[in-house]
C-alpha cells in the first residue's frame, strides 16, 4: 500500500491493525517471523539514514512483528529496538518544528508526517508498554526469590536496566507533545485518540506498585510533566478526572504519587480546577456505596488527606462538597475530611490578621473538629485528638478555644478505645508544653494573684464610675462659663426691633411648656444662644400661666429678666437631675459642652484611666484563664494517675510522660503521679520499666546549677522529697531506681562525696537531711557495695556513736546500709567455692549494735523497737556465731528487766504490794524475744543449711578428684546418679531434715535461752484483760507469731489461741498483725492451718478498714501462690469489690484481675460465689451485687465458658424462690458476651425461665441480652434472635402457656423436631465429656450428688429456699469464733463441715 493513499488510525488493540476497517485504512500485511525480525530491523535503520523518520511508513511491519513476538525474542534485539526508536522519534521531533512553520507544506507531506507520527508514537509507546510488563512480572518473581540481586535478575531478563531506560522515553514524548502538532491534523483539532494513546501509556506505568519508590522518583516527575502538558494543551482534564477517581478506587499505592501530581499541576500549570473537578467527583460519590468499598474509600481519604497537606488554600473553595461524607459510615472519610480542615486552620486560616470571613471559616471547622470528638467511630475520636495536637503544636488553636478543647482531651481520658485515651493524653501533654500562661501552673499559686488582680478591677471600675460621676460640672459653673457671650448676644437682639429676628423659632401648637424648655437647654448647651433668646421670647407669649414663663418681672430691665429666665431653665434641670437619676438623659448636652470648653483637662485623663482599666481587665481575663486551666489539668492528674496500670504498655508510658511533663511545670499534685510510678520500675514489661528510668532521669539526673556539687545538692534534694514519709514499699522501688543508676555510672563522683558529706557532718544539715543521705547510700550500695563497703568504720561512728541521746532512726538507717553489703554479694556469680561473707563476733559494728540495744531497752523510745528489729536482722547477716550475739543482747535485756521488777519489789512495811513492771520494758522484752526467735529460724535455714550443702558439694568435688581412674569406671551406676541429681536431692533432705529437727526438738526445749519466754509470752497473751495496752498486747500477738514459726508442734498447740485472738481481740491492730502471722503460718506449715482458712476469709468482713486491707493482702498472697484451697470462701474476696475504702476496692479488683490469669479459675468459682452473693440471709444488696458480678462476668470471654454458664444459670432459676434470687439470675446472664450458640442454650432451657418473665426487671434483662446481640449479627442468625425476643415478649405479657399456642400457631410439628434434634445431638455430646470440651465445663450430675448426701433433701426443706450450685460441696464452712476445746482440732483434718446442697429438680 503506498504511503501516500493510506491513513494510520490508531488502534485499540494491536489486532485491529491486522484486519481491514474501512477504506485506505492501514493495515498490517505480513507478521514476520523470529529469524527475519534481525534482518527487516536493519533494512529498516537503513532506510531510516536515508528517508529519515518517514521510513516508519514502509517499515511499520517489522516493528509490528516485533511487537508480536516481544517476549520471545532476544534480548539484544529489544534493547536495539527500542534505541532504534527513540532515535526515530527524536529525528522527528526535532524536524517537525520546520515542517509546521513551512506554510507551502503540501497536503501529501502533510498527511505522510502525520502518519509517521502516528505510527513512531505508537510503536514507541507499545515497546515501553511491553518492556514495563515484563519488568512488573520480574519483580513479582524477586518478591518470591527475595530481594537480593533483583538488579541483576532485570539487567539479565531485558538485557539492559529498564528503571534508568524508561525515563527518557517519557521526556522524549514530552518534547514531542509540547510542539504544535494539531496543525498536522485537519482543522487543527488533535485527535482524542492521540492524546489517549500517550496519556493511557502514563497511566499503566503509574499502576506499577514500586512506581512510589525512591528510586523511581525520576520517572514519576516525567510522568507528572508529560501529563501536566497533556492537561495544559490537549484538554485532557476530563479523562484525567475520570482516571484518577479510577486509579484511586482500585490502587493503594498510588494515592500519594497522585497527590504530589495534582498538587503540581495545580501550583505549577496553573491547572487548580482539576482539583475542584476531582474533588467534585469524591463529594458525589454515595457515602452508603463507599462503605461497600473500603479499597476505594481509603484511596479517596489518603488522596484527601494529603492534598489538604500540599495545597490546602486551593481546596478549601472545594470544603462544602466534602461534607456530606462526615455524615456518612465510612469513618475513613470522615478523618479525611477533618484532617483537611485541620490542614487549612494550620496553613491557612492561621494568624490574628485573618478577615471575618476566613475567621469564620475556620470557627466553623473546629467546631466540626470538636464535635467529632464524640463520633461514635474510636478511630474517629483518635483522629480529631491527633488534629488538635498538631494544632496546639503549631500555636493555632485560638485562646477563646483553649478551655474548650481541654475539656474535650480531659472528657476523653474516660474512653473505652484505648487509642483515644493514649491520644487524649498526648494532647493533654502537648497543651502543657504549648499553653500560653506560665512554666510554672500550680492553681494554689495562681488563686491568690487571680484574687488579688480581681480586687483591683473592682476598684478600678468603682473609681471610674464615681469619676464619672464627678467629671460632669455643676450647672452653676457652665452657667457662669456661658453667661459673658450670652449677655453679648442678648444685648445685640434687644436693640433690634421684634420683627426682624433672623431665623425665628417657632412653636408647634402640641408643644408643651416642658418641652420648649428642652428645646431651649439644648440650644443653650449647643451655644447656640441667639436661637435660645428668640425662643424663650416666643414662650414667654405663650406661656404666660406656666413655670417659669410666668415670672417675668416687668419692673425690671429686660435684660436682667431674660438672663433670670434663661438661668432657671438652664439650672433647673440640672438640679432635678441629681434628685432624679432617671433624668440623666437630657443632661448630656452641658457635659458634652464642657468637654469641648476643657479638652486639655479632661481628654488626657479619660485616656489614661480607660487604657489602665482594659489593661486591668486583660490582666484579670489571662489569670482566670490560667487557673481554669491549671484546674483541668488537676482534674486530669487524678484520671491519668489511675491508668498508670493499664494492661496496654503504650498507655502507661503515655501515662509516664504526662507525669514528667506534668512535674516539670510545677503542678503541686504531679509529685503524686511521680510517687505512683515507682511502682512500675519491677514491671515484667521491659518497655515500662525503660520509661520509668527515663523518667526518672530527666527528672532528676539532669538538675540545673552552675557547678557539679551545685548539681548534685538539687539532685540529692530532689531525691530526698521523694522519701519524707515514702512507705516500705517506695523505698525499695526507689532503690531499685538508684542501684540501676549507680550500676550505669549515671550518678557523678560529686553526688557521693556531698552525701558523706552531709552523713558525717562536715556540712550542715538537718537531721531529717542526714538521715535520707544514709539512706541514699545505702540505695547506692546495692549497686556498688564498695561505696559502703570501704566506709564501713566511718557509717559504725555516723548512727551507732556513743553520745546520748541516741537517734535511732539514723541508726536505723545505718544498718540498712550496712545490711545491703550483704545482700549485693548474694549472687549465683558468687559460687560454691566462696565463702559467705561474715566479720567476726569482736568487729566494732556488734560490739555498738549490742550496747544500743541494750542501753536503750530500758528507755521508753518508740523508735528503739524498729531500730532493735533491724540490729537483730544485721547481725544475723553479717556476725560469725550471731546466736552468741544475740544470747547475750537477750541476757542483758531480761537483766535489766529483773532489776527494775526488783526495784519495786515490795518492802517489810507494805508486803502486800503486787510487783509491777514497767508496761514499754515488757513489750520490749517480749518484741526483742520474738525477732531473736524469727532470725534464728533464718539464720538455720538459709545461712547453716547453704554452708552444709557448699561444704558438702566441697568435699564430694575433692574426693571425686583423689579417686584413681579404675575407680570411677566401675561405679557407672554410682556416677549416673550423681549425673541425674539423685545423690544430691538425698543429701539435701538429710540436711533439711537435720534443720527440722533442730527446729522442732531444740530452739523451744528448755534448755534453750528462748524458751525461757515462752510462759510469759503465753500468759500475756492468754490475759488480754490483765495486759490492756494496746501496744503490748500488739507486740506479744506478733511474738507468738514468730515463736509458732519454729516448731510445728508448738504451733499446733497454739493455734487455737491465736485464731481466737485474731477473732475477739478488740484492737484492729493485733488482729491484723495476727492476719499476717497466721498468713505466713499458713505457707510454713499449710496443713497445720488449713482446718482454720475459713477463719481468715473471716477477716475479710472485718469492721476495721486496717484489718480487711491486710486480710485481702494476706489471702491474694495465699491463693495466687496456692497455698489455700479456693472454694466458694471466696466470695468475700469478691465484696471487697464494693468496699467503701477505694484502696481495698482497688485491691480486690488486682487480686481477681491475676486471678483471671490462672486458667479457669474465675468460672469454676463463679457458680459458688453467684449463690453465696444472691443468698437472702448472708449476701449482699442487690446493687452492689449487680457491681460485683459486673466486674466477675468481664473475666469470661471463652464461648465454651459462656455457654456452660448460661446452661447452668438458667437452670437455676429452677431452684430459685424469690423475686430478688430472679432478677439476680437474669442480671448474671445479661452480662454474659453471649454469642449465637449461647443464644441457642436459652432458647433449649427457656422453660427454665419463661415463667419468671412476668418480672419487669427480668424481662429487661434478657431484653437487654436481644439488643446486645442485634448489634453485631449475622442475618442468618437473626430469625433466631427474633424468634427469642417474640418468645420473651409473648411470656411476659400473657405467660407462659401463651409460648405452646404460639408454636401451634407457626407450625410446632417442625419446631418440635428440630428441637428433639437438637436436644438429641445435645445429649450425644454431653455424655462423652472428654471428647468435646475440657473438664473444666462440665456441670457434675446432680444425682451424684444426691446419692453422696442423702439427708441433704431433709435439712434443706426445712430451710428458706436459696440458689445452690451442684459445686457447693463442701463449701459451707461454720465461721464463727468461739473456740471452745471440743471444737479445736487435734489432728492435721478440716474442722467439720455442713453441706447445704439443694438436689436438682
Known amino acids: 500500500m503506498s504511503p501516500q493513499v493510506y491513513e494510520f488510525h490508531l488502534p485499540l488493540s494491536p489486532e485491529e491493525l491486522l484486519k481491514s476497517g474501512g477504506v485506505n485504512q492501514y493495515v498490517v500485511q505480513e507478521v514476520l517471523s523470529i529469524r527475519h525480525l534481525a534482518p527487516q530491523l536493519r533494512a529498516f535503520q537503513a532506510a531510516f539514514q536515508a528517508q529519515g523518520p518517514l521510513a516508519m511508513l514502509e517499515h511499520f511491519d517489522t516493528i509490528y512483528s516485533i511487537l508480536h513476538h516481544f517476549r520471545s525474542i532476544d534480548p539484544g534485539l529489544k534493547e536495539d529496538t527500542l534505541e532504534f526508536l527513540i532515535k526515530v522519534v527524536s529525528r522527528h521531533s526535532q524536524e517537525l518544528p520546520a515542517i509546521l512553520d513551512d506554510a507551502a507544506l503540501s497536503r501529501s507531506d502533510r498527511h505522510a508526517h502525520l502518519n509517521a507520527l502516528k505510527m513512531n508514537c505508537y510503536a514507541l509507546i507499545r515497546l515501553l508498554e511491553s518492556f514495563e510488563a515484563m519488568s512488573s512480572q520480574t519483580s513479582l518473581v524477586d518478591l518470591d526469590l527475595g530481594g537480593k540481586g533483583k538488579r541483576a535478575r532485570a539487567k539479565a531478563a531485558h538485557g539492559f536496566d529498564w528503571e534508568e531506560e524508561r525515563q527518557p522515553v517519557l521526556q522524549l514524548l514530552t518534547q514531542l507533545l509540547q510542539l504544535d502538532i494539531r496543525h498536522l491534523w485537519n482543522h487543527s483539532v488533535i485527535e482524542e485518540e492521540f492524546v489517549s494513546l500517550v496519556t493511557g501509556c502514563c497511566y499503566r506505568l503509574l499502576e506499577n506498585p514500586t512506581i512510589g519508590h525512591q528510586r523511581n522518583r525520576p520517572t514519576r516527575e516525567a510522568l507528572t510533566y508529560l501529563l501536566g502538558v497533556a492537561l495544559a494543551r490537549y484538554n485532557h482534564m476530563l479523562s484525567a478526572t475520570v482516571k484518577i477517581i479510577q486509579m484511586l478506587q482500585h490502587f493503594e499505592h498510588l494515592a500519594p504519587v497522585l497527590v504530589a501530581a495534582v498538587s503540581q499541576w495545580a501550583a505549577d500549570y496553573e491547572m487548580k480546577s482539576i482539583v475542584g473537578e476531582i474533588v467534585r467527583e469524591i463529594g458525589q460519590k454515595c457515602p452508603q456505596e463507599l462503605s461497600r468499598d473500603a479499597s476505594g474509600a481509603k484511596g479517596f481519604a489518603a488522596f484527601l488527606t494529603g492534598l489538604a497537606e500540599h495545597i490546602p488554600a486551593i481546596l478549601m473553595s472545594s470544603m462544602c462538597i466534602l461534607l456530606d461524607h462526615l455524615d456518612g459510615e465510612n469513618y475513613m472519610m470522615r478523618n479525611a475530611v477533618l484532617a483537611a480542615m485541620a490542614e487549612m486552620v494550620l496553613q491557612v486560616l492561621n494568624g490574628d490578621q485573618l478577615e471575618e470571613a476566613a475567621r469564620d471559616t475556620r470557627d466553623q471547622f473546629l467546631d466540626t473538629l470538636q464535635a467529632h470528638g464524640h463520633d461514635v467511630n474510636s478511630f474517629v475520636r483518635s483522629r480529631v485528638l491527633q488534629l488538635f495536637t498538631r494544632i496546639v503544636q503549631q500555636k493555632a488553636l485560638p485562646l477563646t478555644r483553649f478551655q474548650a478543647v481541654v475539656n474535650l482531651a480531659v472528657g476523653r481520658l474516660a474512653d473505652k478505645s484505648v487509642l483515644v485515651c493514649k491520644n487524649a493524653i498526648q494532647l493533654l501533654a502537648n497543651f502543657l508544653a504549648n499553653n500560653p500562661f506560665s512554666c510554672k501552673l500550680s492553681d494554689t499559686d495562681l488563686a491568690g494573684p487571680l484574687q488579688k488582680e480581681t480586687q483591683k478591677l473592682q476598684e478600678l471600675r468603682a473609681q471610674r464610675r464615681t469619676a464619672a460621676a464627678s467629671t460632669a460640672l455643676d450647672p452653676e459653673e457652665e452657667w457662669e462659663a456661658m453667661l459673658p457671650e450670652l449677655m453679648c448676644t442678648l444685648q445685640q437682639l434687644l436693640k433690634l426691633p421684634q420683627g426682624e429676628e433672623e431665623v425665628p423659632e417657632k412653636i408647634a401648637s402640641t408643644e408643651t411648656a416642658e418641652e420648649v424648655k428642652g428645646r431651649i437647654r439644648q440650644l443653650l448647651a449647643k451655644a447656640s444662644y441667639k436661637q435660645a433668646i428668640i425662643l424663650t421670647r416666643e414662650a414667654t407669649g405663650l406661656f404666660q400661666e406656666c413655670e417659669p414663663f410666668s415670672h417675668m418681672d416687668l419692673e425690671e430691665p429686660e435684660e436682667t429678666s431674660f438672663l433670670h429666665l434663661l438661668g432657671t431653665i438652664f439650672k433647673t434641670p440640672a438640679a432635678s437631675t441629681q434628685k432624679n437619676p432617671q433624668g440623666s438623659a437630657g443632661n448630656m448636652g452641658p457635659g458634652q459642652t464642657d468637654c469641648k470648653d476643657k479638652p486639655n483637662v479632661s481628654e488626657p485623663e479619660k485616656s489614661r484611666g480607660s487604657d489602665e482599666l482594659v489593661k486591668q481587665e486583660m490582666l484579670v481575663q489571662y489569670l482566670q484563664d490560667a487557673y481554669s486551666f491549671s484546674l483541668k489539668i488537676t482534674e486530669a492528674i487524678g484520671i491519668i494517675s489511675k491508668m498508670m496500670y493499664e494492661n496496654t504498655t503504650t498507655v502507661v508510658q503515655e501515662v509516664i510522660e504526662f507525669f514528667v511533663m506534668v512535674f516539670q511545670f510545677g503542678v503541686p499534685q504531679a509529685l503524686f503521679g ?23 532521669r530527666q527528672l532528676y539526673l539532669s538538675p540545673k546549677g552552675d557547678s557539679a556539687r551545685a548539681r548534685a545538692q538539687a539532685l540529692i534534694h530532689n531525691l530526698s522529697l521523694l522519701l519524707v514519709d515514702a512507705s516500705v514499699g517506695t523505698i525499695q522501688c526507689l532503690e531499685e531506681i538508684v542501684c540501676e543508676f549507680v550500676q550505669k555510672d549515671e550518678l557523678k563522683p560529686a553526688v557521693t562525696q556531698l552525701l558523706w558529706e552531709r552523713a558525717t557532718e562536715k556540712v550542715p544539715c538537718s537531721p531529717l537531711e542526714r538521715c535520707s543521705s544514709v539512706m541514699l547510700l545505702g540505695m547506692m550500695a546495692r549497686g556498688k557495695p564498695e561505696i559502703v563497703e570501704s566506709n564501713l568504720d566511718t557509717l559504725v561512728s555516723i548512727g551507732l556513736d556513743e553520745k546520748l541521746p541516741q537517734d535511732y532512726r539514723l541508726a536505723q538507717q545505718v544498718c540498712h546500709t550496712i545490711a545491703n553489703i550483704s545482700d549485693s554479694r548474694k549472687q549465683p556469680s558468687l559460687g560454691k567455692h566462696h565463702s559467705p561473707f561474715r566479720l567476726p563476733q569482736e568487729h566494732r559494728l556488734f560490739e555498738r549494735l549490742r550496747d544500743m540495744v541494750t542501753k536503750g531497752f530500758v528507755h521508753p523510745d518508740p523508735h528503739w523497737i524498729p531500730f532493735k528489729e533491724v540490729a537483730v536482722t544485721l547481725i544475723y547477716q553479717l556476725a560469725e556465731g550471731p546466736e552468741v550475739i544475740c544470747g547475750y543482747i537477750l541476757q542483758g535485756c531480761a537483766q535489766q528487766a529483773l532489776e527494775k521488777l526488783e526495784e519495786r519489789s515490795p518492802t517489810k512495811e507494805d508486803p502486800k504490794v503486787t510487783l509491777m513492771l514497767p508496761t514499754f520494758l515488757l513489750m520490749n522484752l517480749l518484741s526483742l524475744a520474738g525477732d531473736v526467735a524469727l532470725q534464728q529460724l533464718v539464720h538455720l535455714e538459709q545461712a547453716v543449711s547453704g554452708e552444709l550443702c557448699r561444704r558438702r558439694v566441697l568435699q564430694e568435688e575433692q574426693e571425686h578428684k583423689t579417686k584413681d581412674p579404675k575407680e570411677k569406671n566401675t561405679s557407672s551406676e554410682t556416677t549416673m546418679e550423681e549425673e541425674m541429681g539423685l545423690v544430691g536431692a538425698t543429701a539435701d533432705d538429710t540436711e533439711a531434715e537435720l534443720i527440722r ?65 485474731l477473732e475477739k481481740s478488740s484492737l484492729p491492730i493485733v488482729r491484723s498483725n495476727l492476719m499476717i502471722a497466721t498468713g505466713d503460718l499458713a505457707i510454713r506449715f499449710p496443713n497445720l492451718v488449713d482446718p482454720w482458712t ?109 455457654e456452660s454458664l448460661v446452661e447452668k444459670l438458667c437452670q437455676r432459676f429452677r431452684t430459685a424462690r424469690t423475686e430478688r434470687q430472679y432478677r439476680d439470675l437474669a442480671y448474671c446472664v445479661s452480662q454474659l458476651p453471649l454469642t449465637e450458640r449461647g443464644l441457642r442454650k436459652m432458647l433449649d432451657n427457656f422453660d427454665c425461665f419463661g415463667d419468671k418473665l412476668s418480672d419487669d426487671s427480668v424481662f429487661t434483662a434478657f431484653l437487654s441480652v436481644v439488643g446486645k446481640l442485634q448489634r453485631g449479627a449475622k442475618p442468618e442468625g437473626k430469625a433466631i434472635i427474633d424468634e427469642f425476643e417474640q418468645k420473651l415478649r409473648t411470656c411476659h405479657t400473657r405467660g407462659l402457656g401463651a409460648i405452646e399456642e404460639l408454636e401451634l400457631g407457626q407450625g410446632s410439628s417442625r419446631i418440635a423436631s428440630s428441637a428433639r434434634k437438637q436436644s438429641t445431638v445435645s445429649r450425644r455430646h454431653q455424655h462423652p465429656v472428654s471428647a468435646d470440651s475440657d473438664n473444666d465445663f462440665v456441670t457434675p450430675e446432680p444425682r451424684r450428688t444426691t446419692r453422696r448426701h442423702p439427708n441433704t433433701q431433709q435439712r434443706i426443706s426445712k430451710k428458706k429456699p436459696r440458689i445452690v450450685f451442684s459445686s457447693d460441696e463442701s463449701s459451707k464452712e461454720e465461721l464463727s469464733a468461739e473456740m471452745m476445746e471440743e471444737e479445736t482440732s487435734k489432728k492435721t483434718t478440716p474442722i467439720r463441715r455442713a453441706s447445704t446442697h439443694m438436689p436438682r429438680p
Open 1094 to 1202: 475459713p477463719h481468715l476469709y473471716a477477716r475479710l468482713r472485718d469492721p476495721a478498714q486496717q484489718v480487711r486491707k491486710t486480710a485481702g493482702l494476706v489471702m491474694t498472697h495465699l491463693i495466687l501462690k496456692d497455698m489455700v484451697k479456693v472454694k466458694g470462701q471466696v466470695s468475700e474476696m469478691a465484696v471487697l469489690l464494693i468496699d467503701p475504702v477505694p484502696q481495698i476496692a482497688a485491691l480486690a479488683k488486682n487480686f481477681f484481675n491475676e486471678l483471671s490469669h490462672k486458667g479457669n479459675a474465675i468460672y469454676n468459682l463463679l457458680p459458688d460465689i453467684i449463690s453465696r452473693l444472691a443468698d437472702p440471709e448472708g449476701g449482699v444488696e442487690e446493687e452492689p451485687f449487680h457491681t460485683i458480678m459486673r466486674q466477675l462476668l468481664s473475666y469470661i470471654t471463652k464461648d465454651k465458658q459462656t
Open 997 to 1061: 529437727s533442730i527446729c522442732e526438738k531444740e530452739l523451744l526445749d528448755g534448755k534453750q535461752m528462748l524458751a525461757a519466754f515462752v510462759p510469759l509470752l503465753l500468759k500475756v497473751c492468754n490475759n488480754p484483760g490483765l495486759y490492756s495496752s494496746p501496744e503490748l498486747s500488739a507486740a506479744a500477738s506478733l511474738a507468738l507469731g514468730k515463736f509458732c514459726m519454729i516448731s510445728a508442734t508448738f504451733c499446733d498447740s497454739q493455734l487455737r489461741l491465736l485464731f481466737t485472738m
Open 674 to 696: 511521680v510517687r505512683r510510678m515507682l511502682p512500675l520500675i519491677l514491671s515484667k514489661e521491659p518497655g515500662i520499666r525503660e520509661a520509668v528510668l527515663n523518667a526518672y
